[in-house]
């Protein structure tokens, strides 16, 4: 099995504190930047996984990119550099405490509730009659609360979110505007690509200056679903799984070896060749979303490469 970076402790020039996401590592730096390095873990119903997936974190990271440019003219991002395959780096904000998950399918944890008998998701209201994986008259957004490290998110209402005053209105209103217009440009860019973005989640923080800006991920495998355009319909009239491509084959894998990290739960063993085909299946992901080849980074030693590319860049 490949090498993977699961954990850093970097020291960087400046640097002022970090903060350890499930997926990604936060380190704060002077002159207002933030230094992000997307680590090979591998998170599922908010539980991260004991093993790494080779070149994950780099697939993250490089598509995430591809997308920040491709939507900057319609959504200010955080990004500045990418100087290594696995960091970004990008201006400092406070992030908003939700994440702002839009869906054009009753999918994954919709479809979940949905199958419970429930027909509204966070005050939203679903259809009656709809199968898994039907389309919605209209996307809908569905919040959730940002959890901490180990914790899980939570679904909750617009209404909630004002209430409580974690977002204010002028600034929800603001949200909910850039999060249908990425959905809307995402969604393109799929059908350009011969794929159908299912759902996806925003997150979003504040700059100094007051302004909002997209940070962390957008339209990647972790934060995104998709599946592919032809032959949707056709599985769907004959009831027929879709072909997806997103990390819910994982969710689907760990369900079917009796975990969805419920509490008494354990993790089930993931054998060397297993987190491989993650890899591979990661790697399809990525050629797939950006259509182009996905070149592998040198991981001989991943931190001694990101450590030799990040002072290059900062001394610069």
């Given at each position: ?23 990604r ?8 930047l ?64 939700v ?110 200056q007051?302004a ?38 994982v ?24 987190i ?14 950006t ?9 001989t ?8 590319n ?7």
């Amino acid at each position: 099995m490949s090498n993977t970076i699961i954990d850093s402790n970097f020291n960087f020039p400046g640097q002022k504190g970090i903060y350890k996401g499930k997926v990604r590592e936060v380190y704060t730096l002077e002159n207002e930047l933030l230094l992000m390095v997307a680590t090979d873990r591998l998170s599922a119903f908010d539980v991260v996984m004991p093993k790494g997936i080779p070149y994950k974190g780099q697939i993250l990271n490089q598509i995430a990119t591809k997308m920040m440019e491709a939507t900057k003219d319609i959504v200010p991002n955080w990004l500045v550099a990418t100087p290594d395959p696995n960091v970004a780096i990008g201006h400092a904000c406070e992030p908003f405490k939700v994440e702002m998950v839009i869906r054009g399918y009753l999918s994954g944890h919709a479809a979940r509730e949905y199958k419970a008998g429930k027909r509204s998701l966070c005050g939203v209201p679903m259809p009656e009659g709809m199968k898994e994986n039907d389309a919605f008259p209209m996307p809908i957004i569905t919040p959730a609360t940002k959890a901490e490290m180990g914790a899980h998110d939570e679904d909750i209402s617009r209404e909630a979110i004002l209430e409580r005053g974690i977002v204010s209105e002028a600034d929800y209103t603001v949200l909910e505007g850039y999060t249908r217009a990425l959905f809307q440009r995402g969604t393109e860019i799929a059908a350009d690509r011969g794929l159908i973005l299912v759902d996806t989640k925003y997150e979003f923080g504040k700059t100094k200056q007051g302004a909002i800006v997209l940070i962390d991920e957008i339209h990647t495998p972790d934060s995104s679903r998709y599946f592919y355009a032809e032959g949707y319909q056709e599985r769907q009239d004959k009831d027929r799984p879709q072909k997806q491509l997103s990390k819910e084959f994982v969710r689907q894998w760990l369900i079917q070896n009796g975990f969805q990290g419920l509490e008494g739960q354990t993790v089930p063993e993931m054998s060397d060749a297993y987190i491989d085909s993650v890899s591979e299946r990661y790697i399809e992901l990525y050629e797939n979303i950006t259509g182009e080849s996905f070149v592998k980074a040198d991981i001989t030693d991943i931190q001694a490469r990101i450590s030799k590319n990040v002072l290059a860049y900062l001394n610069r």
